[in-house]
């Protein structure tokens, strides 16, 4: 079933955030990303330990979150989308337009916002 099928703020999504290194893991960043979970009938928020083997996090530094789109079953649907640094209330504000906006593919969520795989994803000349 397309996402179509469901509404732009009906997509369901799996929101996966580092509570452990960022410096704002009980501040307006994660307040703001709890409202735009809050806002739609089937996105999951699930705060977890460092994402390092997902993303180039930093401890200590901002919010970083990987998000997959998935049907209301919790399966996978879509790519994973790794978010950071969300560095302000602004930052996790345009995730969470993005995320209500069924997450497209148009640009709307800016490149600063989009996290570096972590190193060891990266393949590596020789």
Known sequence: MSHAAYGPRGRPFTLVVCGS???DATG???DALRRAVRAGPHG????????????????????????????IDR???????????????A????VAAW???????????P????AAPAPRRVAHFN
């Open 21 to 23: 290194c960022g410096a």
């Open 28 to 30: 307006r960043v994660m």
């Open 44 to 71: 999951v928020m699930v705060v977890t330990g460092c994402l390092e083997q997902v993303l180039h996090c930093r401890w200590g530094r901002d919010v970083h979150a990987a998000v997959q789109p998935c049907g």
């Open 75 to 89: 399966r996978p649907s879509g790519a994973v989308v790794r978010l950071g640094p969300l560095v302000t209330e």
């Open 91 to 94: 930052d996790a504000e345009t």
């Open 99 to 109: 995320l209500e906006a069924g997450m497209p593919d148009d640009g709307t969520l």
């Open 111 to 114: 490149d600063r916002l989009r």
